[in-house]
């Protein structure tokens, strides 16, 4: 069984990620906020499937900017 904080992030190439993501309630905005924290990546939803699923976007977002650059590899240490 997945773990509930796992981010699995698939992409039309065949790669795999799985980040360990952490969410938490925030009151204040009354979201679920997911951070990860490495990457500086911060997303939230008002549920915590919208949460990830922001999420998600996110990171493909960062990712195809470093891939653009041509960075991918030194940020990920691949």
């Avoid at 065949?14 to 990546?41: G, H, Q, S, W």
Wanted: proline letters at 3%; glycine letters at 2%.
């Amino acid at each position: 069984m997945k773990s509930p904080n796992k981010i699995i992030v698939r992409s039309n190439r065949i790669v795999r990620i799985e980040l360990n993501v952490k969410f938490y309630y925030d009151t204040n905005c009354n979201e679920v906020v997911a951070r990860f924290e490495p990457l500086m990546i911060t997303t939230s939803g008002k549920e915590l499937s919208h949460a990830k699923e922001m999420f998600k976007e996110a990171f493909e977002l960062w990712l195809e900017t470093v891939n653009e650059d041509g960075s991918v590899r030194e940020v990920l240490e691949i």
